[in-house]
C-alpha cells in the first residue's frame, strides 16, 4: 500500500509563491509517475502537473511557466514550485502516484490566494 502526504499549503497573497511536497512511502518511487492535481469548489478535480518516472514533465495550460514540478527519487518527493499565484489557483491541491493499474492519493492540501 502506498501513502501519500502533503506538505505546504497555506494563504498567500496574489503575485505570493509557495511549494508544496509530497512524500510517499510503501512503495518504489521511482518507477511511479507522479501528478498534482487541484480541485476548486464547485468544479472537477483538474491535473496539473506531472512527472514521468522517467523525469519527463507536463503542465497545465494555465499553470505553464508559473508553476514548476520536480521529484527527488531519494527522498521519495515530488514538489510543486509555484510562483505568481493568482487567485484562480485557490484550491485543494491533491497528491497522486500512478503505475500501469496502480493509482493512489494524497490527503490534499489547501492553497488559498487572496489578499
Known amino acids: 500500500q502506498v501513502q501519500l502526504v502533503e506538505s505546504g499549503g497555506g494563504l498567500v497573497q496574489p503575485g505570493g509563491s509557495l511549494r508544496l511536497s509530497c512524500a510517499a512511502s510503501?512503495?518504489?518511487?521511482?518507477?511511479?509517475?507522479m501528478g498534482w492535481y487541484r480541485q476548486a469548489p464547485g468544479k472537477q478535480r483538474e491535473l496539473v502537473a506531472v512527472?514521468?518516472?522517467?523525469?519527463?514533465?507536463n503542465y497545465a495550460d494555465s499553470v505553464k511557466g508559473r508553476f514548476t514540478i520536480s521529484r527527488d527519487n531519494a527522498k521519495s518527493t515530488v514538489y510543486l514550485q509555484m510562483n505568481s499565484l493568482k487567485p484562480e489557483d485557490t484550491a485543494v491541491y491533491y497528491c497522486?502516484?500512478?503505475?500501469?493499474?496502480?493509482?493512489?492519493w494524497g490527503q490534499g492540501t489547501q492553497v488559498t490566494v487572496s489578499s
Open positions: 497522486n502516484a500512478w503505475r500501469l493499474d496502480l493509482n493512489y
Open positions: 510503501g512503495t518504489i518511487f521511482s518507477l511511479y509517475a
Open positions: 512527472t514521468t518516472s522517467t523525469g519527463n514533465t
